[in-house]
């Protein structure tokens, strides 16, 4: 079991900033990838920024340039910068790793952009 603590959610004006980090616990050898996920009311969870553990980054298309990920594989920790929010980024933000065939998730954490 990969047991997955977030923190740094909150209330932000658009165009503001907020940084989210997770840390794993437990059976972390061989967690291959690490990421976040969001999910907006009434809309299904979607990827937001994944990382693996040899560093390679993918994001979607709607936060590339604005969000930026990031890993350290010796804490087994990934940290999601956010920039230029808008209000359209508000959602619940999960955590998630990859181990073995398994995805673990945490439970998230609440980021709201105001207008």
């Known amino acids: 079991q990969v047991r997955l603590v977030e923190s740094g959610g909150g209330l932000v004006q658009a165009g503001g900033s907020l940084r989210l980090s997770c840390a794993a616990s437990?059976?972390?050898?061989?967690?291959?990838?690490m990421g976040w996920y969001r999910q907006a009311p009434g809309k299904q969870r979607e990827l937001v920024a994944v990382?693996?553990?040899?560093?390679?980054?993918s994001y979607a298309d709607s936060v590339k340039g604005r969000f930026t990920i990031s890993g350290d594989n010796a804490k087994m920790s990934v940290s999601l910068q956010m920039n230029s929010l808008k209000p359209e980024d508000t959602a619940v933000y999960y955590c998630?790793?990859?181990?073995?065939?398994?995805?673990?998730w945490g439970q998230g954490t609440q980021v709201t952009v105001s207008s």
């Open positions: 998630a790793a990859s181990r073995l065939g398994d995805d673990y």
């Open positions: 990382i693996t553990s040899s560093g390679s980054t």
């Open positions: 437990g059976s972390i050898f061989r967690v291959n990838r």
